[in-house]
């Protein structure tokens, strides 16, 4: 189309005249209504042509200044990358609709994005709902969502971040749109949160077959208080999470910080096939075939006339594991943490056909029980995405798919395929069956252990004879130390707060709860304490509301054996008080590793670099001697107060798991038998550790 021809159509609709924010308070525009049109106003006199409509559409933009959370949930680090998820999620959608396999991010050097695609291009013509091109609908109605064009695919990222890129747009201080389509190209740029510079326009050609969109946008350093550069890792992950969720679609990321650009591409035609297999890398397998299920179901909306597809894709495999947590959903490309009616459908089908499968092969004796869906999930890893044109969110979080006819849509298919497979594969059948059935006696006999832990669990009376405990009984200012080694746990007993610090010395190494039975961790002191002392039960039954202390502080020494300590430590709380890691109580201490005495005075440092910052400011002599810490036992009770437990001085790090599926496989790596990765622990664990001065 040509553009004279173009910007007659715009201005037929009466659409409202550019305005140039350079040129013009932006207050008044914001503030502008009809009747205050007056020259005194030193208002121009284009301002005229505001229509009402036009005029919403400038105050949504301003509402969702006024109130991200309303529109981002926080505008914290999460909610900056959620700028991205969103943006990315439009190219996403093309590729669903099978219009565009090609997509580009980058993170630019001054922390702004780009994201480009090879689809058809945002429609550039003129939307009969708003008057605007599509490309400015998108951008400046809330909620405009991706229809803006006519047919295609539902907009499937409608979810928990589906919030529009007219979001993006009011939270950027610019934001550039780029569409090539029909041999042209198209340009529209908004600043200060969605301000139009210029309409959308015909800037020039391109060949006839080149299509798609491209978008450069800079968030607003005044929404993003907390930080407005971009996490690599986050974004990484984010991205490569999205490739194993749509198969075939390539996603390159490329940072353009650093002065050698780093560049990743994500490509899986295997899709959630290979995302299990990704999650199960480096366990032992069980059936060496991923299962894989897919089938889709027309359902009519609650109009009772539009008919829409709901698809469902499960794929499954088994490891030797012991863990029942790797069941991975999804709903419209967002992670349903919290499970819902996808799962249920599934646990319904996996647990019918494996009884089924066991009973008809005579794998389960007819005096025997059936298996429960517990046993059938052990060491199972599975991922489950659904795609939903109306999906419901419930639960605390809103992460449960609250709807119902999903239960039976995903049951069904998973009985179908699930079943085809056992009968198939009667070798791998076998080999999950016996697997499910290891469970289940381990089950039976974990039971009484765990009668005797639940016992004892949370009574004052029977806690650990190793734990000195602390006086106060506010869990809030309360804090257990978990500490590596007799010796230095006698000294942290001698340093420590007593009114609101608690110290469990750990004796030696504990045991590797991914690698144990269920039955031998119950049996296992150590466990046995740290159960007792946070006094809040495990797994199902963990109750967070219970914990005795609000931070639970693993201090380990900073060597090999420490490393190893800390993190079996951590597999243990992810595996048994996930809550625990999810609220963000459980921190790493942060001991010295050198010591300086100058002039009777003691000084530490906390890792190299500061070592050298400390001779230079005390302007020692070169080979002025230094203590290296060797391990916490070094130091006296005195020393460890000072520097590692002391509120006021401390520095520790915060564990969160942003990702379960990340973590369980960083686990996984550091559980294998290798030393090298859990050397990098610290290291790998950037993907869900955060730095936290406290
Ligand atoms: F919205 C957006 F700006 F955030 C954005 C949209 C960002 C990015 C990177 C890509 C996209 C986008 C939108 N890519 N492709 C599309 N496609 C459409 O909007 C489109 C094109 C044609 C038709 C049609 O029916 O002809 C329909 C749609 C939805």
Redesign the pocket.
């Known amino acids: 189309m040509a553009n004279e021809n173009e910007e007659k159509v715009l201005e037929e609709a009466k659409q409202p005249e550019v305005v140039n924010p350079a040129v013009e308070p932006e207050e008044d525009r914001f503030q502008y209504k009809k009747e205050d049109v007056s020259d005194e106003k030193g208002l121009v006199k284009a301002d005229a042509n505001y229509t009402a409509e036009n005029i919403q559409v400038l105050e949504g933009l301003e509402a969702v200044r006024k109130r991200p959370g309303m529109y981002i949930a926080t505008t914290a680090a999460a909610g900056l990358h959620h700028l991205v998820w969103e943006?990315v999620d439009?190219?996403i959608d093309?590729a669903l609709a099978g219009y565009?396999d090609d997509i580009q991010v980058y993170i630019e050097p001054d922390n702004s994005i780009t994201?480009?695609?090879n689809?058809?291009?945002?429609?550039v013509d003129i939307v009969a709902k708003s008057g605007l091109s599509?490309v400015e609908t998108?951008?400046t109605i809330l909620h405009a969502g991706?229809?803006?064009?006519?047919?295609?695919g539902y907009k499937v990222s409608g979810g928990l971040h589906g919030v529009g890129?007219s979001v993006v747009n009011a939270l950027s201080t610019l934001c550039e749109?780029t569409v090539k389509k029909a041999g042209g190209i198209h340009y529209v740029k908004f600043v200060d949160g969605g301000k139009i510079v210029e309409h959308l326009k015909k800037i020039g050609d391109c060949g006839p077959n080149e299509h798609g969109?491209m978008?450069h946008f800079k968030p607003d350093a005044e929404i993003f208080t907390e930080t407005t550069i971009y996490n690599y890792e986050t974004i990484r992950n984010h991205l490569r999470q999205m490739a194993f969720l749509n198969g075939g679609v390539k996603i390159t990321l490329t940072d353009k910080r650093p002065e050698t650009p780093v560049s990743e591409t994500f490509q899986f035609n295997g899709g959630i096939r290979e995302y299990v297999s990704f999650i199960n890398q480096g366990k032992d397998i069980i059936n060496q075939d991923v299962i894989y299920c897919r089938g889709a179901e027309e359902v009519t909306l609650l109009d009772g006339v539009t008919k829409e597809i709901i698809y469902a894709e499960i794929s499954l495999q088994w490891t030797t594991y012991y863990n029942n947590d790797g069941v991975y959903s999804f709903c419209n490309n967002i992670s349903t943490k919290e499970g819902g009616t996808h799962v249920e459908g599934f646990n319904i089908a996996l647990n019918k056909a494996i009884n089924a499968y066991a009973r008809q092969f005579k794998l389960l004796e007819e005096k025997e029980n059936n298996f429960t869906t517990e046993d059938c999930r052990e060491g199972l890893t599975c991922v489950i995405s659904i795609k939903h044109p109306n999906p419901q969110y419930e639960g605390q979080t809103k992460t449960k798919l609250g709807n119902s006819e999903v239960r039976k849509i995903v049951s069904t298919i998973v009985s179908e395929h699930f079943r085809q497979f056992l009968l198939e594969h009667p070798d791998q059948a076998k080999a999950i069956v016996t697997k499910v059935r290891s469970a289940a006696k381990g089950r039976v006999a974990a039971q009484a252990a765990r009668e005797a832990t639940r016992k004892n669990a949370g009574s004052i009376t029977t806690l650990p004879g190793k734990l000195a405990d602390c006086s106060s009984r506010i869990p809030e200012e309360c804090e257990l130390y978990i500490v590596e080694g007799n010796s230095a746990g006698g000294s942290a007993k001698v340093g420590r707060d007593r009114k609101t610090q608690a110290i469990l010395p750990l004796r030696g190494k504990i045991l590797n709860v991914e690698k144990a039975t269920e039955e031998r961790i119950f049996k296992n002191a150590e466990i046995g304490n740290m159960i007792t002392a946070i006094g809040a039960g495990i797994r199902d039954e963990f109750n967070v509301e219970k914990i005795r202390y609000h931070k639970i502080v693993i201090m380990t020494d900073a060597d090999v054996d420490g490393d190893h300590i800390r993190i079996l430590l951590l597999t243990f709380f992810y595996r048994f008080m996930k809550p625990l890691i999810d609220g963000g109580y459980v921190y790493i201490a942060q001991p010295p590793l050198y010591k300086i005495e100058y002039k009777g005075q003691a000084y530490y440092a906390y890792n190299d670099e500061q070592l050298e910052q400390l001779k230079k400011g005390l302007q020692l002599k070169p080979g002025y001697p230094f203590q290296r810490y060797k391990g916490l036992g070094e130091m006296d009770a005195q020393q460890l107060w000072e520097t590692t437990m002391d509120p006021a001085a401390r520095k520790m790090i915060r564990i969160t798991v942003d990702d379960a599926a990340m973590a369980d496989k960083a686990f996984t790596d550091l559980m294998g038998d290798d030393v090298e990765p859990r050397r990098d622990f610290i290291i790998k664990n950037a993907k869900f550790v955060k730095n936290l001065d406290i």
């Open positions: 943006i439009n190219a093309e565009c994201v480009s695609d689809g058809r291009g945002i429609p599509g998108a951008y991706g229809k803006f064009g006519e047919g295609g890129a749109v969109t978008v």
